[in-house]
Each structure stands twice: as structure tokens, then as C-alpha cells.
């Protein structure tokens, strides 16, 4: 059982950034996709991002492009996801999702491990 634990999360005004990191509990993940997605009251959970542990290859939603980042630590088991730009709408709790496949897809029924999520803020 994968444990998958996020961080980082907060307010911030718009414009701003933070920096979200996902920590998981098996020591690789090696051939695993890592994504990003979010989930704001009253939607449905969102595809935002994610890395291709293998090759590193990234895909990100249309609506974060150019504004956020994914990257992952192989010392850490850990990935990262940059937001910069933040605008109100980003506000959402946040999860991170591992897929047992190094093969990059933005559903999240495809996802078989997730965290708790953090919330993130962006106020006007």
C-alpha cells in the first residue's frame, strides 16, 4: 500500500505562489505516473498535472500551463508542484494521485493511490 502525504498548502493572494510537495512512503516509484489534481467545492476532481517517473515527460491541464511546475526529488521520493500566478479560481483542496503505469493519463479513475489532500487559497 502506497502512502502518499501532501504539504504545503495555504492562503495566498493573487498573484502569489507556493510550492506543493507529495511525500510517498514506498521507496520508488520507479515506473509510476504522479499527478496532481484538485477538487474545488462543488466540482468534480480535476487533472492538474503530472510527472512520468520513468522518463520524466510532464503533461499539465490547459489552464495551468506556463503557471505551474512538476517535478520530483529521486533522493526524496517526492514530488513537487510550483504554482505561480495563482488566481482565485486555483482554489481547491489539492491532491496528489500515484498510477501504477509510467504512462501519463488525466483521469483519475486511473489513479490507484491518493493523500488527503491540502488546501489551497487564493484570495482577490
Known amino acids: 500500500q502506497v502512502q502518499l502525504v501532501e504539504s504545503g498548502g495555504g492562503k495566498v493572494q493573487a498573484g502569489g505562489s507556493l510550492r506543493l510537495s507529495c511525500a510517498a512512503s514506498?521507496?520508488?516509484?520507479?515506473?509510476?505516473?504522479i499527478a496532481w489534481f484538485r477538487q474545488a467545492p462543488g466540482k468534480e476532481r480535476d487533472f492538474v498535472a503530472a510527472?512520468?517517473?520513468?522518463?520524466?515527460?510532464?503533461d499539465y491541464a490547459d489552464s495551468v500551463k506556463d503557471r505551474f511546475t512538476i517535478s520530483r526529488d529521486n533522493t526524496k521520493n517526492t514530488v513537487y508542484l510550483q504554482m505561480n500566478g495563482l488566481k482565485p479560481e486555483d482554489t481547491a483542496v489539492y491532491y496528489c494521485a500515484a498510477r501504477l503505469l509510467a504512462i501519463i493519463r488525466a483521469s483519475s479513475t486511473l489513479y490507484h493511490y491518493w493523500g488527503r489532500g491540502t488546501q489551497v487559497t487564493v484570495s482577490s
Open positions: 510527472i512520468n517517473w520513468n522518463d520524466d515527460s510532464t
Open positions: 514506498e521507496p520508488t516509484f520507479s515506473s509510476y505516473t
